[in-house]
């Protein structure tokens, strides 16, 4: 049984958030004299110098109707790093309780564990295949236990991870569930977010990075019922997403055709670089990938790896991360940085 009240840390419970100038106001007003801003405007063209909407309405409500959920259950972070920070800080009791994560997978889960004096339990994902190993989770989970992270699309591996185990997971452990979806834009599996109201143990966390191309802007997304959403809400920083980046979003939403062509031409693209990357010599094998990159085994990674450095062509190196020995972790790019990047693989002797 499901209790969130049971999950948080005591001094959560207790937590009385800062309460911004913006927060204690509602209407409508023409003059605000409440938070010691430069009344008289900032130096740029546009003006900057009022605090942002701590709650980011307007930009929810616009994601909302693209995702098909309530403003209300949306939280927005500064990147997911803030989302995967926040939930740790809000759970997670540091020095006593634990989180269970999957390697290979996203490396902030770790660091961001480590920083707040979590203990981390690693599962390691089934060779090969990269899929859950469910018996050996069932061993590390235990009463300390908070919060499980699933990368799925998995990032290095670029795989989806069975539905049917997550679905299990969420059905079956207490704690919450974090389902990582940053490149799901480009995945046969659907996205979890329409099983809120079925789990409430859920978290789902998505990016407007990625697919949406607006890394530069750091704004991460989490899903999930209303009222992990307020205990998010209550841990951030009050003004975590500012003004421009909240202008920009908005302006960035309204091209939602554009951003499913370049979905389209990315898978596209993808398949015709795994394709090439497979006839090198050099290449060994590609990986099956749901995301807009390949992991690829190849005879020499180190090697491969600073060659293309010294042609200005940068690609990951992931061959000392577990289970990807020999692995390179490749971008799909343009049809034409693709060509570029198989033609400096295929001359590496």
């Not at 660091?111 to 994902?125: C, E, F, G, H």
């Not at 979890?192 to 890394?215: C, D, R």
Request: proline content about 5%.
């Amino acid at each position: 049984m499901f209790d969130l009240n049971s999950l948080l840390r005591d001094n959560i419970k207790r937590l009385v958030p800062y309460s911004t100038a913006r927060d204690e106001f509602k209407g409508e007003a023409s003059i605000f004299l409440d938070a010691n801003e430069n009344s008289y405007g900032s130096p740029l063209p546009v003006n900057y110098n009022r605090y942002p909407d701590p709650m980011q309405w307007k930009v929810k409500y616009k994601l909302a109707e693209i995702k098909g959920v309530p403003p209300q259950n949306i939280f927005l972070g500064n990147g997911s790093d803030e989302v995967i920070d926040v939930l740790y800080r809000s759970f997670c009791r540091p020095g006593i309780d634990n989180v269970v994560l999957f390697p290979p997978t996203y490396g902030m889960y770790e660091v961001s564990a480590n920083i707040n004096d979590v203990i981390v339990r690693k599962v390691s994902l089934t060779p090969d295949t990269f899929q859950i190993d469910m018996p050996a989770l069932q061993e590390a989970v235990d009463e300390h236990t908070k919060l499980i992270f699933i990368c799925s699309p998995n990032n290095p591996t670029g795989n989806s991870i069975d539905r049917s185990d997550i679905e299990m997971i969420l059905n079956n452990f207490d704690g919450i569930v974090v389902v990582d979806e940053a490149y799901i834009n480009y995945a046969r599996q659907k996205t979890f977010i329409s099983e809120l109201t079925e789990y409430p143990n859920l978290v789902v966390m998505q990016t407007l990075s990625k697919a949406w191309g607006l890394a530069a802007l750091r704004v991460g997304m989490a899903f999930a019922g209303e009222d992990i959403i307020n205990v998010l809400n209550k841990v951030k920083a009050p003004y975590n997403i500012n003004q421009s980046a909240q202008d920009l979003v908005l302006e960035a939403l309204n091209n939602i055709g554009q951003v499913n062509d370049w979905i389209k031409d990315a898978v596209v693209e993808r398949d015709k670089l795994a394709a090439a990357l497979e006839g090198l010599p050099q290449v060994e094998y590609i990986y099956p990938s749901d995301a807009n990159f390949l992991l690829a085994k190849t005879t020499d990674a180190k090697g491969i790896y600073n060659n293309l450095v010294e042609q200005g062509i940068i690609v990951r190196d992931r061959s000392k991360v577990e289970l990807c020995g020999g692995c390179l972790r490749i971008t799909v790019g343009t049809p034409e940085e693709n060509v570029t990047l198989v033609n400096a693989i295929n001359n590496f002797k």
